[in-house]
């Protein structure tokens, strides 16, 4: 199975997770045991101890009792109506419904059955009361799951483990009283038919576009085929925005991504160009389920690739989530050394194409619980996961989680209710701007089993947002559409933010720029001169608008010209400032790697001031990149260096973004 919760889950095996807060061993032998204590323990009892002296009802039960002991719950069903029938107060007879009930997976009745019993005969056996309790916290029935549990404490009984918790159950009662009481704002909205069946459908991504909608859904093979089958095959669709803020008809992503076998989890780069997904029993496979990948070429994907065994163990690996600084994966799985059933890791993508040995994110997120379905904004400091182990409402609970200013991700907080519930709250992703979730559920009426909804998600759970620029690489001479490497630098930190790479056949690209921050942009090729911009974000928290931009690469050839734009200098003065060291570094990097290569370089102002003063500023800071580059080992035989004042500006002086493009470096290249 792609997700463990992926699946609508039999209640029989729901209420078999609930009893297993009974007993230390997790075996359905033991728990069914335990569950029915009752009963085992009034067989060893005589008629004349039971509640009844109906010497009908007693023969009924006990040949009810039968039956059950034999599975045949339908025939215990009819032989216990038949006992009730004849004594009404019959606490034994109501107890074992109760217990069949459970097995026939009626929760609502078994609820009711062993109520009966314990309002009849409050001390017919002490387990009943943690029995009822678990009940009605699996069906948000805080209040009263409370009650059962502190009248099962009552009786200062029952082995230590089943005490503690039941003293946690209480806990978990008394928190889903409160976020009750405090409820966040939710207000779903159904995808519609176009998205949504009468089958499941879960959601997966979102472009960072917000144009595309990645989902999984999961049909009979008889509909996909046209031969009868009981077999489910899970597959990917996609759907496109319309004008209209309507969603597309969704088709099915195909080949070589969607096979005959199950795909699921799927999770898209922020830039688009990555295809993240998990896949079972493959012949390629290391474990029971594996994570997979694929890159775009124009408009199809690559034939997919295991990402191989530092990844992937021998155990459970899915729910992948690519970050956009377009290095980091996170996954959950179930391999040894974690913290419990199962965990969120991450692990890094080397220049070579290798993966790093994956990382814990450590006792923040993880607990001896269950955490699952990561899903990673593309602002890289927010995290959103589905937990077992964190203080919740019953269930898995949506959580997010933030990275502090050192890096580490701060305690998790609960989405809260409703848009958490006693059910299990599985997945959810957030768009690029953070003010809208996207949501699978099948507690919200809807068109069948799970469906997808979109909310607007409250403000304190929203990430940073994020924008984007988006266009195509092209070569200047020729048009020539190309593949090319994008680096996002934060400027303040001086280091890589973002990475990302245009399409190697239509050479388009799509580059995420959370907000709140300033960048210093290179785009580069080989046997090309790198492209440089900046983008100042900072003091933008709120939606940016997006930056619609085609990007034009020059051949290295003499006489070519590239503006530095992350070239930085206080107002008057020609020192350097840290800033400016990213870009120097790619400067550096280009006349390295071509060692033949001499330039110029000019530096130039806007009109204000004299000319003299102008002639010696832009020199002056042409001479300090000069130095720069000598300093870190460039023969001086390479490099020149010229301040042109402002006589060459490249736009008007007449607006401060004019002038604020005159002040600019440049380098020339005068010999190859």
């Known amino acids: 199975m792609i997700n463990s919760v992926s699946m609508r889950i039999p209640l029989k095996i729901v209420i078999v997770i609930v009893f297993s807060f009974l007993t230390i061993h997790d075996s359905r032998q033991s728990l069914r045991a335990e569950r029915s204590s009752t009963i085992h323990a009034l067989q060893a009892q005589t008629t004349k101890t039971l509640t009844t002296s109906s010497k009908k009802a007693q023969k009924l039960f006990l040949q009810a009792h039968k039956q059950y002991q034999l599975r045949e719950y339908e025939l215990a069903r009819e032989l216990l109506e038949k006992a009730l029938a004849a004594d009404s107060l019959f606490a034994e007879a109501w107890a074992l419904k109760g217990d069949i009930a459970a097995e026939q997976h009626d929760v609502e009745e078994a609820i009711i059955s062993y109520n009966h019993a314990v309002q009849l005969l409050p001390e017919l056996n002490y387990n009943l009361y943690v029995i009822l309790g678990n009940l009605k916290l699996l069906t948000g029935r805080y209040k009263e ?11 200062n009984k029952g082995p230590a483990n089943r005490r503690w918790q039941t003293e946690e159950n209480i806990r978990r009662c008394d928190f889903g009283m409160w976020m009750m009481a405090h409820p966040v704002q939710f207000n779903p909205v159904n995808l519609g038919d176009s998205i949504n069946t009468i089958h499941d459908e879960y959601i997966n991504a ?31 669709y996609l759907s496109w925005l319309n004008g209209d803020s309507t ?29 993240f997904f998990a896949a079972c029993q493959r012949d390629d496979g290391y474990g029971s389920c594996d994570i997979y990948w694929s890159w775009k070429m124009g408009d199809r994907w690559s034939a997919p690739r295991n990402l191989g065994p ?15 600084d377009g290095q980091t994966l996170f996954f959950a799985s179930k391999r040894s050394g974690g913290k419990g059933s199962s965990d969120i890791w991450m692990t890094t993508l080397l220049p070579n194409g290798d993966w790093t040995p994956p990382v814990n994110l450590g006792d923040s997120v993880n607990t001896v619980g269950e955490e699952q379905n990561p899903f990673i904004h593309p602002d890289d400091q927010t995290l959103y996961f589905a937990s077992k182990g964190h203080p919740g409402m019953g269930g898995l609970d949506l959580f997010y989680t933030r990275k502090n200013s050192n890096g580490f991700w701060q305690t998790p907080v609960n989405l809260g209710y409703p848009i958490n519930s006693y059910a299990d709250e599985i997945t959810l992703i957030v768009n690029a701007t953070g003010n809208v979730a996207y949501i699978s559920s099948d507690k919200l009426g809807g068109k069948g089993r799970q469906d997808i909804y979109s909310f607007p998600l409250y403000r304190e759970a929203q990430p940073n947002p994020v924008t984007y620029l988006k266009g195509i690489v092209f070569d200047k001479e020729t048009g020539k559409k190309l593949q090319a490497h994008f680096e996002l630098s934060d400027l303040q930190r001086n280091q890589v933010a973002v990475q990302a790479t245009s399409d190697p056949i ?5 580059v995420c720029l959370p907000t709140d921050r300033d960048y210093a942009l290179n785009v580069s090729r080989e046997g090309y001169l790198f492209y440089s911009d900046n983008f100042s974000l900072t003091g933008i928290r709120d939606q940016a608008r997006p930056f619609l931009k ?26 350097l400032k840290p800033t400016s060291y990213i870009e120097l570094e790619k400067l550096l990097h280009l006349l ?22 102008n002639l010696e500023l832009s020199e002056n800071r042409a001479r300090a990149v000069f130095n720069y580059l000598v300093t870190s080992g460039i023969s001086s035989d390479r490099l020149t260096y010229f301040g042109y004042g402002f006589s060459r500006p490249i736009d008007t002086n007449d607006t401060d973004e004019g002038r604020a493009n005159n002040r600019r470096t440049e380098f020339r290249i005068i010999g190859k």
């Open 247 to 275: 969603w597309s008809e969704a088709v099915n992503l195909g080949p070589p991504i969607n096979t005959r076998g199950n795909e699921g989890a799927i999770s898209i780069s922020p830039d688009g160009q990555y295809l």
């Open 506 to 510: 239509n050479g388009s690209f799509l």
């Open 310 to 324: 530092v990844v992937n163990s021998e155990s459970w690996d899915s729910q992948p989530s690519f970050s956009s």
């Open 550 to 575: 085609n990007i034009p690469l020059q051949p290295v050839k003499v006489g070519e010209t590239v503006v530095l734009k992350n070239i930085f200098f206080d107002t008057d003065k020609y020192d």
């Open 145 to 155: 799951a409370k009650s059962d549990f502190e009248q099962y404490l009552s009786y």
């Open 206 to 236: 979102i472009s960072s576009d917000q144009q595309t909608l990645y989902f999984t859904r999961r049909l009979p093979t008889s509909i996909i085929t046209d031969r009868a089958s009981e077999a489910i095959e899970e597959d990917f």
């Open 592 to 613: 390295k790697a071509n060692p033949s290569l001499k330039i110029e370089i000019s530096g130039h102002t806007d009109i204000r001031g004299s000319e003299e003063h």
